[in-house]
């Protein structure tokens, strides 16, 4: 069997250390046992886990849960059914969007073309559709923008048919790139079968997380056209050259054969979308095993994958907005206003969370592996929200036993000796296995 796929462009993503961490599993869970990924995010480690045990993952952000459920679950697209889903969407699927929003689609293409960094730029500012049609304003691309409406509505094409062209396209995916997906979106949604769904889907939100116009493949924000004195940045035509004229069918086609030729365990699986209280309490008992990888910084995954939350819901989202100067605008990212705060991003929030977690998997009679990666302040990372020591005095307050592995020296230290707190050499991720061994 395959022992990794990288699904998305992940931030924290385990991608690298799923032998370490299988490992880990396995010296305190039996295999064919049940094990909980329960931040599984990119969905890496239960792939990796399904493959000695029966996993359950469980994330609160929806795309999650189908990129796992894609990855578990057995592959029920054919072939054919899958070349008849790119047929449609490469014909009769796209060209009434295509023929409206061609006006924005070829001023995107010359400005390419003839390396137009005004216009680049300008697409980058103020190129969603959406946002000029809520705030009716003013902007170099108004004409065009205007132009798009229009042929929008004659058409009946405002609603979730032209969702990520409406949305995203110029901003984080070209219109071209914009006017495909929902294509695709359309194509996947008229499949019955849920299983089959969500291949379809994974390997879209796949394409999408590759073809990003942004630093970083995620989308935190829009890629800034200009510096400190409103100079336009090279990168708004390097940028547009490398991922905005990345072709989506060609490379939604790889990601689908990719994700049907995936061998998958014979093993019970389940994929749970929730807040980590709930699906903990939602777990059977055949569960004894909880491997956590929460965030330790402040960023919400929330808000750098939203588009693909928004690709999985196919909603119409309230918007966010920022006030500058008196003026509240829809945010330059375009994000959905109902994005989930998580409290291990959160200060004040992180202890009580995480102690919950530990109250909870003690109580429940099981295992809990934790992921930690330190903090390294020669690197430009966010700090941590919680301290390693913090986690190590929860786990002990509930646990027998708290050991650290470093996937770097795997070093093993009790919770009580004097060696557990970090030095430079701890810079590798570390693993706090706790467990209790007289009541098991
Ligand atoms: C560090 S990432 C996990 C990465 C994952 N192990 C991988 O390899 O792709 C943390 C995950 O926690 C999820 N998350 C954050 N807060 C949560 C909460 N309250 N309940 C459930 N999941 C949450 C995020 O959506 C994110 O996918």
Redesign the pocket.
Known sequence: MEHGMRTLN??????RLLDFIEGNVLEVAARGSGVC?????????SYRLSQSFEVTS????HY?KVICEALLGGCSISETEAAQILHYAEGEGSRPLMNAFRPLIELEDDAIASRNLETLAAILEHGSVEVFVIEDSDSPLSAVQQEVVARLRADGLTGERSLISRHYGGIYFSYRQAVQIDALLEAVSRVSAPSGRSLLLAALLSTASDIADTVGKHFAQPIKARDSEGNIKPIVYNKAVRDKLAEVFPLYSEWLGRYRRLERSSRPYSVLQ???MD?LRSLGPEVKTIYA???YTRDH??RFYHVLETMTLRDTPQLSTTTIGGRTRISNGVYRADR?Q????IKSKAPG?FRQMFDYASATGRSLLL?YSPYDETKPTHPRVVTMQQLLDWAGERYELVRTVSAGEFRHNKLNSSAHLLDASDEAELLIVCTNPTKR
Do not use: R, T
């Open positions: 992940y931030l924290g993503s385990k991608l990924d329960l931040f599984a995010g990119s969905g890496c480690v469980c994330d609160i952000q999650s929730g807040d980590y699906c990888d929460p965030p995954y929330s989930h998580s409290p291990f991003c969370a992921s």
